[in-house]
């Protein structure tokens, strides 16, 4: 059973810093990528940053390149964010994200596990 727990969120001023992290328990065998997305309210969910198990290759959202950066920890089942210079429309819920391949029937499948989702606002 896959499980991803967030943690680092908060309440910081436009200008400011924070670092999410995220810890997926279960087999990341057949894990593709991790990533994060946020949701604002009354919009739709976004991606922000993902980053790939086998080359760990990026991918950032243009609202987000040059002030935050996506890594994965040593032991490959936990990804952060350190997000710089966070502005008022960062605000959002930050949620992570594992992508897997799973088979059905001998047939592969791209299943999204998430996260519970962490609150960052940042304040004018």
């Known amino acids: 059973q896959v499980q991803l727990v967030e943690s680092g969120g908060g309440l910081v001023q436009a200008g400011g810093s924070l670092r999410l992290s995220c810890v997926v328990s279960?087999?990341?065998?057949?894990?593709?990528?991790m990533g994060w997305y946020r949701q604002a309210p009354g919009k739709q969910r976004e991606l922000v940053a993902t980053i790939t198990s086998r080359s760990d290759s990026t991918n950032y959202a243009d609202s987000v390149k040059g002030r935050f950066t996506i890594s994965r920890g040593n032991a490959k089942n936990t990804v952060s964010l350190q997000m710089n210079g966070l502005k008022p429309e960062d605000t959002a819920v930050y949620y992570c994200?594992?992508?897997?391949?799973?088979?059905?029937?001998?047939?592969?499948?791209?299943?999204?596990?998430w996260g519970q989702g962490t609150q960052v606002t940042v304040s004018a």
């Open positions: 994200n594992a992508r897997y391949t799973h088979l059905l029937y001998g047939a592969p499948y791209e299943y999204d596990y």
């Open positions: 279960g087999s990341i065998l057949t894990m593709n990528a």
